[in-house]
């Protein structure tokens, strides 16, 4: 189920990955940047030049308290996730969820929400966690169009590398 709420008005700048920037009605300034990580599966994989590291990060925040909720936000990320993909059909992204302040379940279940509310079936989202020494999750997915040619193989990759992880530690 889609849900129609516009979307700000944001501004792409291409450089080796794909940065877009918007500011919202709260003086808050987002920077989404999908990162080039074709290391993240082997060299021989057919995607893996086409990974990239999803990442959505507050720049300017002058209030210095917790953004306050935004309906906008999630449209806006899902329009610009549109965007993206339009130029990179085949991508597979990968989204870590920043754990720095220890909040990286609830910075999971807000994407969770705004992926659940746009997805319009256009896109897979394979999750997953990391477990570290401390018994510490941080949480994992991967984001394929339902169109990849490629998708069974990602999503066995993906499996693979977790469990790679969890079993070197």
């Known amino acids: 189920m889609e849900i129609n709420i516009s979307p700000y008005n944001f501004e792409k700048i291409d450089s080796d990955g794909f940065v877009y920037f918007f500011d919202t009605e709260f003086e808050l300034t987002y920077e989404v940047i999908f990162k080039p990580t074709p290391y993240l599966f082997s060299s021989e994989k057919p995607y893996s030049k086409d990974t990239y590291e999803f990442s959505i990060i507050v720049l300017e925040n002058p209030n210095y308290s917790s953004p306050p909720f935004d309906n906008?936000?999630?449209?806006?990320?899902?329009?610009?996730?549109?965007?993206?993909?339009?130029?990179?059909?085949?991508?597979?992204?990968?989204?870590?969820?920043?754990?720095?302040?220890?909040?990286?379940l609830i910075r999971?279940?807000?994407?969770?929400?705004?992926?659940?509310?746009?997805?319009?079936?256009?896109?897979?989202?394979?999750?997953?966690?990391?477990?570290?020494?401390?018994?510490?999750?941080?949480?994992?997915?991967?984001?394929?169009?339902?169109?990849?040619?490629?998708?069974?193989?990602?999503?066995?990759?993906?499996?693979?590398?977790?469990?790679?992880?969890?079993?070197?530690?």
């Open 72 to 104: 906008r936000i999630g449209t806006t990320i899902a329009k610009i996730f549109d965007d993206f993909y339009q130029n990179k059909g085949n991508t597979v992204s990968l989204y870590i969820c920043a754990s720095y302040d220890n909040r990286q």
């Open 108 to 169: 999971y279940r807000k994407f969770n929400s705004w992926f659940a509310s746009f997805n319009s079936s256009k896109y897979v989202k394979i999750d997953a966690s990391l477990i570290d020494l401390s018994k510490n999750t941080y949480p994992i997915s991967i984001i394929i169009s339902t169109q990849n040619p490629y998708k069974k193989l990602i999503s066995d990759d993906f499996y693979d590398m977790i469990d790679s992880f969890q079993n070197n530690k």
